[in-house]
């Protein structure tokens, strides 16, 4: 047990609370404390109804049994490794801006499970940090069950296809890999690469909130550091190295 507690609590703060929500949501609903049908985003519960938590418990909850466990784990094991990996890697040392990326998804999912009629969104919020850790990471050569290897750039699109045959729902996937792309080409892509205005930038309340640690500076007026330091090794002639690789595989 102290093994565990000395895990967890090694897990960075902000992945660490919104693992131990996507574990604490749908164990209260298998365990009926609260009934699974006050957890899920039903429009007509939220706006007519004014069941305002349904936005916040539909990100965390999944109804876990027999035929979606395996669905559940899965996702629950890529939440811990690409949020761990994203917050500790181009969000080091600014959890306010990382905290602004979840919520700009996390809002941008929202509406469109209103929209669609999306009734959890744990999944596709997953598969938008999925999605942004891998175009920081792009040119990074992952491993995936079976051995296959491939560029990280392609791995939400892989995952998509992974999660359709274990159970998953495409859509789900889509809609998530598509709120991530709208993130990473707003933030990054269009006033980087692009030239571009800044569209979105992170709220004050949030740097007082969620101070920068280390003397990170407020703000993102310079590419990530995987992204520098690509940058720096093309100007030089030299090959691609944005971020630490790993295999999915590994704990």
């Known amino acids: 047990m102290s093994d565990l507690g000395d895990w967890f609590r090694s897990i960075p703060l902000i992945t660490r609370y919104w693992f131990a929500g996507s574990i604490a949501v749908p164990l209260i609903g298998k365990l009926g404390l609260v009934s699974p049908v006050y957890l899920f985003l039903w429009p007509d519960a939220f706006i007519n109804r004014f069941q305002i938590w349904r936005p916040i418990t539909a990100t965390f909850f999944f109804p876990v049994g027999p ?26 040392g600014r959890p306010a801006d990382y905290m602004f990326m979840l919520l700009f998804n996390w809002i941008c999912i929202v509406i469109t499970g209103l929209a669609m009629d999306m009734q959890l969104l744990m999944i596709p919020l997953i598969m938008s940090v999925l999605y942004v850790w891998a175009q920081l990471n792009r040119d990074m050569i992952v491993s995936f069950w079976f051995g296959t290897r491939f560029k990280a750039c392609y791995l939400p699109w892989v995952i998509l296809g992974f999660n359709y045959i274990i159970g998953g729902s495409v859509i789900n996937e889509l809609i998530g890999n598509l709120v991530g792309h709208l993130y990473f080409f707003l933030m990054f892509k269009y006033p980087m690469d692009l030239g571009g205005r800044t569209f979105l930038s992170t709220p004050q309340f949030l740097y007082r909130w969620l101070p920068n640690r280390r003397g990170g500076v407020s703000g993102f007026g310079v590419p990530p550091a995987s992204m520098r330091r690509a940058a720096e090794d093309q100007q030089g002639g030299g090959r691609h190295n944005w971020g630490q690789g790993f295999r999915l595989g590994d704990q």
């Open 67 to 92: 035929g979606t466990g395996f669905l559940y784990l899965v996702n629950l094991y890529f939440l811990y490794q690409y949020s761990s990996r994203l917050e500790t890697g181009a969000f080091d």
